[in-house]
Every structure is written in C-alpha cells, then in structure tokens.
C-alpha cells in the first residue's frame, strides 16, 4: 500500500511532504516525475507545493498538461483520494479536477504567515478525522492564492458541500475565504495552506494536531496504519 | 578596455609576446577588481581560515564546516550592489542565483537564504523607496520559485547609499561529507557547459562593477530565470549522486572567462575549448562576447568521457541544456579556439592570478576629532524619543520584507525571522543558528571597532538562540580603493576582524570583498556585513516573556553612542565615541549566557544592539504582547543620563528573561563567570516602563506602539 | 503561406476585480497628478509568430489554441486577439 507524491519540474514541496510522509508517520511513499505512468495500485495520491514551470503563464496551467495529469484523472474518477496543496490545488483547478480558480493575493505580493483554517466539510478522506468547525493552526506560502468563483460556482459548491476549509480571517481576497474544496464526489481535494509544515511541534509552535489530523484521516481511509 | 598600463606590460611580459584580441578580454575580465581582488587577496590572508571543524578543498567557491555525524553545512556570501543599483528586481534575484550556485558547486543542497539590503533615505526618497521595493520582490520571487527558505537578514537605510544599493546575499549548504564534491580533473575529461544560454547579458559587468556607477549601462543587467536555476539545482544534484561530476564551477562574473581559468588553475590542468560548442541564445554572438557574458544560471561541469552519457541524460530529464563545450589537457594553458582557430592560448595561471597591488593607506582627514562630540539639544520627552525609533526605517519591523519570503519551505525553520537569530534544523539532531549583521555607522565613525562590533554583534545573536559560534564569512563592502583614505579603513576594519576572530578561535571560511561603491556623491560608508553560524545541540531557546517573568542585563553599558541610531536619527549628529568590544567581556558574557541556556535556566535571550537597551526591552514586549518595568538606576556600568543609558549601543549585552523561581540559580553562574549584571526589571501590566527611582523616564502602551513599529515600514514604503 | 504577428491579449472579465490595475491608479497615477487618467485595466500580452494562409485563418486558429490550452482561464478571462 503506499501514496504516490508527484514530482513536476519547480516542484519544491515534494522533499517536505515525502518527508511527512515517511518521516513523520511512517507510512509508505513513492515519488512519480511528472512523465511517469502511476500504477493502479496507488492508494492515494498528493500534488505538492512549489512552482512548477516557475508559474510562467498561470500558475498550475501548464503542469496540467502533464502526462500524468491524465492517469490523476483516471484514478480520481475510480475514487482514489487525491490532495492537492498550494501549488498542487493550482495544478487540480487548471486540470479541471477542481472548480474555481487561483488569482493573485489582493495585496498582490507574496505572503508567508500562519494562519488558521475552519474545517467546513469532514466527510472527505481528508477530513473525516476532524470535527466540524475545527480550527487548524497552519501556515501559507503563496502569491497567488486567492480563490475565486463565479456566483454559479459558488452556488454549486454551497450546494453539494465542496467547501472543505475556510480561513479563520480575511486573508487574500479569496470568495468567502475559502482555503480549500472538493469535487462533487468528494474525493478530490484541494488546499492552500500546507499541511505537511505544521505537523511537527518544532515548526508548528502553536498546535501541531488538527493538522496531523488532515493526514490520519487519509490513512484510517485507505487502511494504512502507522 | 580596462586593463591598466602596468597590467598590460605584466602580461606581455608573462607570455613572451603581445595578447590578442580575445585574450586582452579575457584577461581584463579575470583581472577586475571584482575577479581577481588584486587590491584585498595580500591582506586577506590574515584571517584566520583554519579549524579543527574547517574542511577545504581545491577550487571551493563555499566555506565547509563539519557539523559532526557525517555532515557538513556549507556557506557562502555575495553582493550584486551595481546590478542592483541599475535595476533592483533582477539585481538582487541574480544574487540569489549567484550564491546558490556557489552552494551546490560543494556538493551540497541549499537550505537556506540570507539577504543585507542597505538603501538611502526611504523617508524622504522616493528613488530609495522604489529600489528597496523592487531588490526585496526580486529576492521574494527567485528564492520562492527555487523553495529555499530566506530565514533571516537585514535592513538598513542611510544617506551615504542615495541612488545606491547594497545587496548582500548568503546562502547555506547541507550535505553529507561524502557527498562533498572534490574538484578533480585527468586529461581526457570532458568540459561541459550546463544550464541557461548564453546571451549578451551583463557583458562587462564585472568590469561594470570595478567601475563607479556614473552612467547608467542597462546591457549591464543580467535577467533572472529562477525556473531554470531550480532545475539546475536538482540536475546537479542527481549528478552528483550519480558521480558524473569530477570537477564544477558555477559561473558568475567574468562569465567562462573566469570560470575556466580559475578552474584550471586551481586543478593544475589545462582546458582546451571551442565557442562554437557554447549553446547561445542570440545569433551572431562574437567569441569574445560568448567569453566574457555573464548570463545567469550557467555552471560548468568536468566529467569523465565515460559518464557523460548519465550526465546528459540527467540534463535531458530536467530539461536543462547541456554542450560539451571542450576537453582537459595537461599543458596547464587555457586554450580558446574557434573551430580550427586558435584565438587565445595563455598559461591558466598568467590569467587567475592578476597581479596584486600594494595600495597605499592615509588615516581619512574626517576621523580627526570625530569622537568629540558638539552640544546637543536636551530631549525632554524620552517616550516620545522612543516611539520615534521604534517607526524609525532602521528600527522598526522588518516584517513587511520578511513576510514576502516564504521561509517555512523545507520545513527546517525552527526559529522563524524576527528574532535574534534563524535556526535550522539538521539531519543529525542538531540545529544551525546563522544571523548576518553590519553597522555602516559605527563603521565610519571607527571602521576597526566598528568592524570588531559587527562581528561581535553576530555572535551575540547567534548566542541568544543557545548556539556556540563556530564560523564566520565576511562581505567587506567600500568605496574607491585607489583613494588611500578609503583603503585605509578597509585594513582597519579587516585587522578588528582578524583580531577577534583569533582571539575567539572563529575561523574565516568565506566571503567577498565589493570595492568601488560609489556614487556621484562619494563613496559609501564602510559597510563590512559579517555572517556567523552557530550550532546548538539541543533544542534551540525560542525567546518568551511573560507576566510575572524577571529581567536581567548581564554586560556594562558605556558613553558610547557615536555612530548610534539616538545620535543619527533624533540629533541628526555623525560623531562621537564608537561602541568598543572589550575582549575579555564579550568572552565572559558569551559564556555565561552559553551556560545558563545550557543548564536550562533561561526563558528567552535578546541582544542589545541598534536603539540601544531602550529598543531591546521594547521588542521583548512587543513580541510578546507584555509590558516591562525597568530601573535605569540598576543597570550595569556608568552612571549617565537618562538618555544615553537607554540608547548607548555598547557591545557584549544580553537581556535575560527567565521565571522569578529561577533568579537565585541565574545569579550563582553569573557571579562564578564573573559578568557584570543586574535584574533590572520585571515583565507586568502592559506598558512599555523606565523608571529612575520613582520618576518616571519612559511610559509607553505597549499595543499602540507595537501597532507603529509593525506597520511603519509597510506605510513607509507603500504609501510614501 | 504568409508570416503573421497575432498579439493575444488576455485580461480580467469587467467584472473581476483587478488589484493591479487599481493599484497603479490610485497609488501611483492619481498620486502624481495625472487626473485626467480615470481607469486602468492590467492585461498579459503575448506575442505570436505564425504561418498561416491568411488573417482570417491566423486569427481562428490561435483562438482555438488558445481555448485548448487554457493560454487564458475563460471563468475570470477573456482575450483580444489581433492580426499584423
């Protein structure tokens, strides 16, 4: 059993979450470069952070072109549970796996600094560890982090409960500050803020659980223990 | 051409006969200021560079420290002021790309970025402003898209830098030791040229940078391509763990020029190369220009003939370009052809080893009397005095910067900016403490008490962090070094350094010299930026303070306040007496406060440095969202007035925070170390409080001038 | 066949907001004076070399190349396309 970590050229968060991964729970990990077929028998698969193709165009735009973007599909479509962060949510939206999309913060520069998220939806293999309204103590890293829908979208998403996270305050213009959705089935999820840097209590110095959480959920899901 | 008289007869006189075209620019490139450092190399060697954790290696661009357990960290530091200058976004990005390629050049993955930004008055100019605006985007956007941390730096504003820049940046390394790669090279190796094209950028800008900023050269300019450079990272990296590299050298001024004659050099080998092999990117690009480009992103690479196919494989996964660009001799010359021709044959060590120069030193005519002080206008609100250094451009947050670099990315930071020091994490269990620090004013006002006081003051932070220093590296930045006044601060300011880096055992394992910074008004103060890397044990002191906790000063505060932010920025007055580091205290101090965090005892450590102790107590409880009640009539040394005991910049101070059950155990190791101290104060309520007796000196809420000093720079540089 | 510049431009839908541009205006245009400037729009141009048998034909194919490769994010963007 193990979870697949995809690698595009810019990728930088990789290391950090195999890390996470392998490090820190112990689970079995396995990288994929970006022009490599994935084998059915993943369990889970997870776009890191970073800048692929150095976010030239859009960010996430032309990694979604990647061949691997297609078997991503495929397993998605199966079921299998796919987390996208930061970089990786920017990759899933422009892939189409995810609606909305990723625009340039408000204050139009990058913006580094811990947050926190409120858990909206934990019925996901993400969240499912978690309580409704759980606040999360997790830091962010991006420039273009500010997600935007159109009415309809935003409509559709309240609907079929696709939010997954919002901030706990106002923090780059994004629609009703969300920090994270799923698809429709539930299984797709992507996020902004990163996880993997807020599990161990030597970087996390506020409360490194709820964030550990977003991982066990993953594990109890797929049946990996560690 | 700028190859003087004197240097043109050397040559022919080294070769036997008149240089061609081509090799006349090679050799100015080679032999620019920049380059070569004809006017420092004599002198620095007396630093000390040796130690029991120092490993070098030929042809090294980065310091190598072993860090125990196999693995080592390495360091290295550089400048790009003129490029800066000129156009502050890619200026300061193709820093970072410079020093990181110098990292990976060991063997060993970047884990860190640290920047010195210096501009002018940002308070009354908007050019300052713009510059400072755009060098901090440019390092945002290269160190973010390459997913190295930028954990810790500086900024500081003064006039001397008007429609200037000073853009220092340091990188860390983190490896194993046997990963480290030990530049070698046979005849029959491979030259291979990897990574960007090459184009016409930056031709002529290490001769650019040996020159005064009088005119402005955009062709001068290099573009950054971050994109690339992460590629390059991880295509040397796998190239490493896949032993295709013999030998490497990451080109930086003087483009292949430099690169190969340093290398070949250094190695004792000689390098036969064709242009028409150099993959560029615009057509028509002469020899000599395809020599001395400095396009960004390149390295160069020595293999042996029969791993080039893994090295080229490993180029084609990342998408990086690679062309074998020539092949290792051994006739130790450096042999550049076109084709068939030959367009430069000159022994490699005629080309890497300019000739030095003895520069003469005249003390400058405006340090006699400088430490007298003229009358000043007594200050009858010291709150008031206060609030205007905390929102002071110097003095205030630099979160507005720092919040711009993603410095959690490798999930290292254990100690985030802001602080006294960055602490990283290591693989073996233990943490690397690196802060970098320069003080121009004290420098002009004394350059070798200055320097002293820079180094010191690096040390103090690492220290504050619970880390023991264990290297340093330098980055001496003047103005002309043909003026004999302007050289004989850069001795001064090099013999405090050597001074004390001997006296604390604190080898040298890197740096730059950066001359000829100038501008139309003159030269820029002496501004020597030392970085220091500490290493701690155990889990680092993550400085806190609350209610209830006690406040200890441990060194002695002195009439010292030349060169201080009180004296600059409030009296507007360059002069006075510099702060000096007495050696035997700053030892005593250092250790002691060593001890405590050894032993436990300690709830946080902050330095006293820029603002004196006024702006050290303050930052403690803005941090930490708690006010403090300080007793001027407790603190250690001279009895002075109000405000030269609140703002004095004496050295080897530390403010101790501990818990009240603590304070007895604290006092018996201070004693037995003999330190000068005191409690002088308790953390309560929440103002901001000085008192002498019962008069009350300073009385400030801490909320509102917290919310000052975090949005000063931001307001400042956004809104104008 | 005839060589054709086509200059694609991509901005923001009028109704997305557009920080950019808002912040050249205000902070930096009407900062300095120039009152006469009322609003500013930020856009991404790119700059096309093709072959192509005729105009009509240049600016239909690099639409749909554009739409297949998602040069611009249809939700939020809309592009300008011109033939030289």
Same mark, same amino acid.
């Given at each position: ?226 | ?720 | 066949? *005839? ?5 694609? %431009? =991509?901005?923001? +839908? ?10 050249? @205006? ?15 729009? *930020? ?5 096309? %070399? =093709?072959?192509? +048998? ?10 749909? @190349? ?19």
């Amino acid at each position: 059993m193990k979870i697949g970590v995809i690698v595009f050229p810019g990728s930088n968060c990789d290391r950090d979450m195999f890390h996470v991964l392998t490090d820190v729970f112990k689970v079995d990990a396995q990288y994929f470069w970006h022009e490599k077929k994935l084998p059915s028998n993943l369990d889970a698969i997870i776009l890191p952070g970073g800048f692929s193709y150095g976010d030239r165009l859009r960010a996430g735009v032309i990694a979604a072109h990647s061949p691997v973007i297609a078997d991503v599909k495929r397993l998605a479509s199966r079921g299998l549970p796919v987390l996208g962060v930061c970089n990786g949510f920017q990759i899933l939206v422009e892939a189409g796996l995810l609606p909305g999309v990723l625009l340039k913060n408000t204050l139009l520069s990058f913006m580094c600094k811990w947050t926190h998220l409120i858990v909206e939806n934990n019925k996901t293999p993400f969240t499912n560890k978690l309580k409704l309204g759980q606040k999360i103590p997790i830091p962010i890293a991006n420039g273009e982090g500010r997600y935007y829908a159109d009415e309809q979208t935003l409509a559709d998403l309240k609907k079929n409960n696709q939010i997954v996270f919002r901030y706990g305050e106002e923090i780059n213009g994004s629609t009703v500050c969300i920090a994270g959705v799923c698809n429709k089935e539930g299984n797709v999820v992507g996020m902004m803020p990163h996880p993997e840097r807020a599990v161990e209590p030597q970087i996390n110095p506020i409360d490194c659980k709820p964030a550990s959480l977003i991982f066990e959920s993953l594990f109890s899901t797929i049946g990996v223990t560690h | 051409m700028s190859l003087e008289k004197q240097e043109y007869e050397y040559l022919e006189k080294k070769i036997g006969r008149k240089p061609t075209k081509t090799e006349l620019n090679i050799v100015a490139a080679e032999w620019s200021e920049h380059c070569s450092y004809k006017s420092s190399k004599k002198h620095l060697k007396t630093l000390p560079m040796k130690g029991p954790r120092v490993i070098s290696e030929k042809g090294f661009d980065s310091g190598v420290l072993d860090v125990g357990d196999d693995y080592i960290v390495t360091v290295h530091i550089e400048s790009h002021n003129h490029p800066s200058a000129v156009e502050p976004y890619g200026g300061a990005a193709t820093g970072v790309g410079g020093v990181i390629r110098d990292i990976i050049s060991a063997g060993t993955r970047p884990i860190a970025i640290l920047d010195g930004l210096r501009f002018g008055n940002i308070e009354k100019d908007p050019h300052a402003r713009w510059l400072f605006k755009n060098a901090v985007t440019g390092i945002a956007d290269y160190g973010n898209c390459i997913g190295v941390p930028t954990v810790g730096g500086e900024v500081e504003f003064d006039d001397c830098y008007s429609n200037y820049a000073l853009v220092d940046v340091a990188s860390i390394g983190f490896g194993k030791k046997d990963r480290l790669i030990k530049n070698t090279a046979q005849k029959g190796d491979l030259v291979v040229l990897l990574g960007g094209s090459t184009g016409r950028d930056g031709i002529g800008g290490s001769q650019f940078a040996s020159d005064s900023l009088e005119s402005e050269n955009r062709s001068a300019v290099q573009i950054p391509d971050p994109f690339i450079e992460k590629l390059i990272i991880e295509t040397v990296l796998e190239a490493r763990n896949q032993k295709c590299i013999k030998a490497v050298k990451d080109l930086g001024g003087g483009g292949l020029s430099c690169a190969i004659s340093e290398t070949a050099d250094s190695l004792s080998i000689g390098i036969e190369l064709d242009v028409d092999s150099v993959h560029t990117r615009e057509p028509g690009m002469s020899p000599d220009e395809i020599m001395i480009s400095e396009s960004q992103e390149r390295m160069l690479i020595i293999t042996d003939k029969a791993k080039l196919k893994t090295l080229q494989d490993i180029c084609k996964k990342f998408h990086v370009q690679c062309s074998v660009i020539g092949k290792v001799k051994d006739n130790k010359m450096m042999h550049v052809k076109k084709k068939k021709n030959t367009l430069a044959l000159l022994p490699a060590n005629v080309v890497a080893n300019a000739p030095l120069l003895d520069r003469p030193t005249k003390k400058p005519a405006y340090l006699k009397g400088i430490q007298n002080e003229k009358k000043l206008k007594t200050q009858s609100d010291l709150s008031l005095v206060l609030l205007k250094l905390l929102s002071s451009p110097n003095l205030a947050s630099k979160r507005w910067v720092y919040g711009q670099y993603d410095h959690e990315v490798g999930i290292r930071t254990v100690i985030k900016p802001g602080y006294d020091a960055a602490v990283l994490r290591l693989d073996n269990g233990k943490f690397l403490a690196v802060k970098i620090d320069g003080n121009p004013k004290h420098c002009y006002v004394d350059p070798r008490q200055g320097a002293i006081g820079c180094f010191e003051e690096a040390c103090r932070n690492v220290v504050c962090t619970g880390a023991k220093p264990i290297g340093m590296v330098d980055h001496l930045q003047f103005g002309n070094p043909e003026d004999p006044e302007i050289f004989w601060t850069f001795i001064e300011a090099l013999k405090g350094l050597a001074d004390y880096a001997k006296h604390f055992d604190i080898p040298c394992v890197g740096g730059k010299v950066s001359f000829y910074n100038e501008t139309p008004k003159g030269p820029i103060k002496p501004t020597p930026v030392i970085g220091v890397l500490g290493l701690i044990d155990k889990k680092p002191l993550h400085t806190s303070a609350s209610q209830g906790d006690v406040l200890i000063l441990v060194g002695k505060t002195k009439n010292e306040l030349g060169g201080s932010e009180y004296f600059e920025y409030i009296h507007d007055f360059v002069g006075g007496e510099c702060p000096k580091v007495d050696f035997k205290a700053s030892k005593e101090n250092m250790d002691a406060v060593l001890v405590l965090f050894k032993k436990n005892l300690l709830k946080g450590a902050h330095d006293c440095s820029k603002g004196g102790v006024a702006v050290a107590v303050s930052e403690l409880c803005m941090q930490n969202n708690v006010g403090c009640k300080v007793s001027l009539d407790k603190i250690p040394g001279e009895k002075l007035s109000h405000d030269r005991l609140l703002f004095s910049e004496s050295h080897s101070r530390y403010l101790l925070v501990a818990q009240k059950q603590k304070l007895a155990q604290i006092k018996k190791v201070l004693s037995q170390n003999n330190v000068s101290y005191d409690v002088i104060g308790s953390f309560e309520g929440d103002q901001i409080q000085f008192k002498a007796g019962s008069a009350s000196v300073v009385d400030l809420s801490v909320d509102k001038v917290q919310k000052r000093w975090v949005r000063s720079l931001e307001d400042l540089v956004l809104h104008g | 066949m *005839s060589t054709y510049t086509v200059h694609v %431009t =991509i901005e923001n +839908k009028p109704g997305i907001n557009d920080p950019e541009g808002e912040t050249i @205006l205000n902070d930096l245009v009407l900062k300095g004076n120039y009152s006469f400037v009322t609003k500013i729009r *930020s856009a991404k141009m790119l700059k096309f %070399t =093709i072959k192509e +048998k005729d105009k009509k034909s240049a600016e239909k194919k690099v639409r749909q @190349l554009c739409d297949e490769l998602r040069i611009y994010n249809p939700m939020v963007s809309r592009i300008t396309v011109d033939v030289f």
